[in-house]
């Protein structure tokens, strides 16, 4: 009892890095698709080389670079692990899903922007009234599945020794208890499964017309 | 006066020049169909016309007045473009409908949006809507769809979604329609339906500009056909001046071709 209680202790950082980066990856990302979208060059070649380099090294190795990097460059040490972790995963998301936007954005056929123009509607109008639906619904995919990545790389915080779950559970095996490990599985695939029924669910709702 | 009258227009891109100094004019009610051979620059016209394509040299007029100046490098406000932008229709040949709204909706949400803008709206709204739904509706019945005004476009053959995309043009009541060959997309059997349907406007007095590949269908709609080759008019005259008496050799080997 007192191990599921330490295991639960554990998953609720994961849950809490979840639900974090969720709820500030998605604006971000959207702020990242605009920038990278820009007509102005620079900014768009910044933004671009951004997510470059965020998708192109592995989350752990950001990790440890937030969580080090403020205090031996810039003599102002990361205040938390926690925090570090937060803002590492932040970033990181907030590109993939800055690339999905876009993609998403980039598959709206001209002929939908077009038409709207000669029907009279203004910029505003076309991305909220004709745009904006159609890429929700082309990323609604993409993005469960990246939200599912996601609940599977909150383990990596333990890399920077915040104690989430699978650190709880690598403690435990360390005194010679293997369960702990299995448990801690479970945990993820609920949580896995949720997510998976929900965004079927979405799916389908989104469903009601063929693009 | 001439309620269209295009002068001099050019367009090139990059160093490809498409249109070669367009001239032409037309009266209310009357209906032209552009015929030319593929690259000779209809669907070109009909965009810079429309604003969907900047032009690069030339005017366009609409009732008299200047709607279109290649050489005014003023920046025209976003209002008073969209104004412009409304004295014209544009049925587009691949459709594009708005997949996420249903037939009746696709109609209406266009002058829905477009009455935010009425000194009225916020009192009148409710008369406003109803109004602008009795008019999509009665359109609809007149393309034959009243029985669709729920579904959605992919449920519907391309002749309908056609048919539903020029509703939803007329339900902005332009004065003038330009159709971009609103049946090569579609099957042959398919066709004649939307061409019944243009035949229809034409009874209606619709000022229509449409480019098409069905040379009998323009012989027997149009008042006046304007024949382009590589960027300009070769020919523009009634469909007996053009189309059984050409005076170019141009003319008559598309002609030729295509009968
Ligand atoms: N956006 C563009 N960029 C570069 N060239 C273009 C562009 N749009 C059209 N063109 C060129 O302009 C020429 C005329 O094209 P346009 O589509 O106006 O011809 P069209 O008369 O409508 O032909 P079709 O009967 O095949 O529809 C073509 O050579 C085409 O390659
Ligand atoms: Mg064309």
């Given at each position: 009892?007192?191990?599921?209680?330490?295991?639960?202790?554990?998953?609720?950082?994961?849950?809490?890095?979840?639900?974090?980066?969720?709820?500030?990856?998605?604006?971000?990302?959207?702020?990242?698709?605009?920038?990278?979208?820009?007509?102005?060059?620079?900014?768009?070649?910044?933004?671009?080389?951004?997510?470059?380099?965020?998708?192109?090294?592995?989350?752990?190795?950001?990790?440890?670079?937030?969580?080090?990097?403020?205090?031996?460059?810039?003599?102002?040490?990361?205040?938390?692990?926690?925090?570090?972790?937060?803002?590492?995963?932040?970033?990181?998301?907030?590109?993939?899903?800055?690339?999905?936007?876009?993609?998403?954005?980039?598959?709206?056929?001209?002929?939908?922007?077009?038409?709207?123009?000669?029907?009279?509607?203004?910029?505003?109008?076309?991305?909220?009234?004709?745009?904006?639906?159609?890429?929700?619904?082309?990323?609604?995919?993409?993005?469960?599945?990246?939200?599912?990545?996601?609940?599977?790389?909150?383990?990596?915080?333990?890399?920077?020794?915040?104690?989430?779950?699978?650190?709880?559970?690598?403690?435990?095996?360390?005194?010679?208890?293997?369960?702990?490990?299995?448990?801690?599985?479970?945990?993820?695939?609920?949580?896995?499964?949720?997510?998976?029924?929900?965004?079927?669910?979405?799916?389908?709702?989104?469903?009601?017309?063929?693009? | 006066?001439?309620?269209?009258?295009?002068?001099?227009?050019?367009?090139?891109?990059?160093?490809?020049?498409?249109?070669?100094?367009?001239?032409?004019?037309?009266?209310?009610?009357?209906?032209?169909?552009?015929?030319?051979?593929?690259?000779?620059?209809?669907?070109?016209?009909?965009?810079?016309?429309?604003?969907?394509?900047?032009?690069?040299?030339?005017?366009?007029f609409v009732d008299g007045e200047c709607i279109f100046n290649a050489d005014e490098k003023k920046k025209i406000s976003a209002a008073e473009q969209r104004k412009r932008q409304l004295n014209f229709g544009l049925v587009f040949q691949s459709f594009n409908l708005f997949p996420q709204y249903s037939v009746l909706d696709n109609v209406t949400m266009p002058p829905k949006l477009l009455a935010k803008e009425r000194s009225?709206?916020?009192?009148?709204?409710?008369?406003?809507?109803?109004?602008?739904?009795?008019?999509?509706?009665?359109?609809?019945?007149?393309?034959?769809?009243?029985?669709?005004?729920?579904?959605?476009?992919?449920?519907?053959?391309?002749?309908?979604?056609?048919?539903?995309?020029?509703?939803?043009?007329?339900?902005?009541?332009?004065?003038?329609?330009?159709?971009?060959?609103?049946?090569?997309?579609?099957?042959?059997?398919?066709?004649?339906?939307?061409?019944?349907?243009?035949?229809?406007?034409?009874?209606?007095?619709?000022?229509?500009?449409?480019?098409?590949?069905?040379?009998?269908?323009?012989?027997?709609?149009?008042?006046?056909?304007?024949?382009?080759?590589?960027?300009?008019?070769?020919?523009?005259?009634?469909?007996?001046?053009?189309?059984?008496?050409?005076?170019?050799?141009?003319?008559?080997?598309?002609?030729?071709?295509?009968?």
């Amino acid at each position: 009892m007192k191990i599921w209680l330490s295991l639960l202790e554990g998953f609720e950082f994961n849950l809490m890095l979840f639900g974090g980066t969720i709820v500030c990856a998605i604006p971000l990302g959207l702020l990242i698709t605009f920038c990278s979208m820009s007509k102005f060059k620079p900014l768009s070649v910044l933004s671009r080389i951004f997510v470059w380099i965020i998708r192109g090294t592995p989350l752990m190795l950001q990790l440890f670079v937030v969580l080090y990097v403020p205090g031996i460059v810039f003599g102002v040490p990361m205040k938390s692990r926690l925090l570090a972790a937060f803002i590492a995963f932040i970033i990181n998301y907030a590109a993939y899903f800055s690339e999905i936007y876009r993609g998403g954005i980039e598959s709206i056929p001209r002929g939908q922007y077009e038409a709207g123009q000669v029907l009279g509607l203004t910029k505003g109008q076309i991305f909220r009234k004709i745009v904006l639906f159609q890429v929700i619904k082309r990323i609604v995919p993409p993005m469960g599945n990246e939200i599912i990545t996601l609940v599977k790389d909150t383990s990596l915080a333990r890399t920077i020794a915040v104690s989430e779950i699978m650190m709880s559970a690598e403690n435990f095996s360390k005194q010679g208890i293997i369960w702990p490990l299995f448990s801690t599985g479970l945990f993820f695939l609920a949580m896995c499964g949720i997510l998976t029924l929900l965004f079927n669910k979405l799916e389908k709702k989104l469903d009601y017309y063929k693009a | 006066m001439s309620i269209l009258e295009v002068k001099d227009l050019y367009k090139s891109f990059g160093s490809t020049e498409v249109l070669k100094g367009i001239n032409f004019s037309m009266q209310k009610g009357e209906i032209i169909a552009i015929l030319g051979s593929s690259g000779s620059g209809k669907t070109t016209l009909l965009r810079c016309i429309n604003f969907l394509e900047r032009a690069t040299g030339g005017q366009i007029f609409v009732d008299g007045e200047c709607i279109f100046n290649a050489d005014e490098k003023k920046k025209i406000s976003a209002a008073e473009q969209r104004k412009r932008q409304l004295n014209f229709g544009l049925v587009f040949q691949s459709f594009n409908l708005f997949p996420q709204y249903s037939v009746l909706d696709n109609v209406t949400m266009p002058p829905k949006l477009l009455a935010k803008e009425r000194s009225d709206y916020k009192t009148n709204k409710k008369q406003i809507f109803a109004d602008i739904e009795e008019n999509a509706k009665m359109l609809l019945e007149r393309v034959g769809l009243s029985e669709k005004l729920s579904n959605y476009p992919c449920e519907l053959s391309g002749g309908q979604q056609q048919r539903v995309s020029i509703a939803r043009a007329l339900a902005l009541d332009p004065k003038i329609l330009f159709f971009d060959e609103p049946t090569s997309a579609l099957d042959p059997e398919l066709t004649n339906e939307i061409l019944k349907v243009i035949k229809d406007l034409a009874l209606k007095n619709t000022t229509m500009v449409i480019v098409t590949h069905e040379i009998e269908f323009a012989r027997n709609v149009a008042d006046r056909i304007i024949f382009m080759n590589e960027g300009v008019v070769l020919e523009d005259g009634t469909p007996e001046q053009v189309i059984d008496n050409p005076r170019n050799e141009r003319t008559r080997s598309f002609l030729a071709k295509m009968l």
